[in-house]
């Protein structure tokens, strides 16, 4: 946090620059543009081929072929999701929050992309739809769908409260891709990573730059949509905060169940679908 009495004197210039104009550090024109159109024929002949409930306080995992789809829904209450992505042939590959937050910003929606960590960073998922999208920003500088927090976890509950509380998101994942991917917890806890904060209402306050949470607007019946660009293996949890209107890290909140459906297109037209490139840096760092 910035001190409010800070330390060293302005320079008589402090006002001219601070009244610099900011420039936008990465303009998502420039980036390749998923193909919508393609995008929607696919939908048109996708058929629901999986669903799984995450239980509150709980995670799950569940496959997605390249080509498909998942949407993202609430069921019964209000209630976050943390969402994980992983390339299902090699979970090396996973999400990247920070690069997809500097890409398209802090929270996402229609037409924004899931990039993937480096040497890969390509993208992973497209979201192609969100009945969440007329929320926008609120004038406390809050939206939904974040990419600027990490996920619940216990070290940090263990710092601030002392206590260990096992239901995190975090640990609730560690546990889901141990089971799915039958790993020892200790080796898929390594492969838990910054999420995509799902339904979650947050923001920075104006006055200190911190991390804020408030009611999620979710209602049972929106969701978010996806477009699996490349096999993925998806992890949700539902967060112990529920609507994450007070706290999290507890048993205290109210919690509902979320649920996962997966939607895939013939084999024809799949197979039609192309996965995005590796990313193209020969990877030589300079050196020869
Ligand atoms: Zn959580």
Not at 244 to 265: F, G, K, M, Q
Not at 274 to 285: E, G, I, T
Request: hydrophobic share 35%; charged share 20%; with cysteine.
């Amino acid at each position: 946090m910035k001190l409010t009495q800070p330390k060293h004197a302005a320079p008589h210039m402090a006002d001219q620059m601070r009244d610099v104009e900011p420039v936008i550090c990465y303009s998502p024109d420039t980036l390749p543009q998923p193909d919508f159109a393609k995008m929607k024929a696919l939908r048109v002949a996708a058929k629901q081929t999986g669903r799984i409930t995450v239980p509150p306080r709980d995670a799950a995992c569940i496959e997605v072929p390249a080509g498909g789809f998942f949407r993202i829904t609430s069921v019964e209450g209000p209630q976050v999701g943390d969402l994980n992505l992983w390339n299902a042939k090699d979970l090396g590959e996973r999400f990247y929050s920070g690069k997809t937050r500097a890409l398209h910003g802090t929270h996402l929606s229609t037409g924004d992309r899931m990039w993937s960590s480096f040497p890969a960073m390509r993208p992973m998922a497209t979201i192609v739809d969100d009945t969440l999208d007329w929320y926008g920003f609120d004038h406390f500088g809050g939206s939904v769908h974040d990419v600027i927090g990490t996920r619940c976890d216990p070290y940090t509950g263990r710092l601030l409260s002392g206590g260990d509380y096992h239901h995190c998101c975090h640990s609730n994942l560690t546990r889901a891709l141990a089971a799915h991917s039958n790993l020892p917890l200790h080796e898929a806890e390594a492969h838990v990573h910054d999420v995509l904060n799902v339904f979650m209402c947050t923001g920075f306050t104006r006055d200190t730059g911190q991390y804020f949470m408030k009611a999620s607007p979710v209602r049972p019946g929106d969701y978010l949509e996806f477009f699996a660009e490349i096999d993925l293996l998806v992890g949700l949890s539902a967060c112990p905060g529920g609507d994450c209107s007070s706290e999290h890290s507890s048993d205290t909140a109210a919690c509902y169940p979320l649920e996962i459906s997966v939607w895939s297109p013939d084999a024809t037209a799949q197979s039609d679908h192309q996965m995005p490139q590796m990313n193209p840096y020969d990877r030589s760092h300079g050196v020869s």
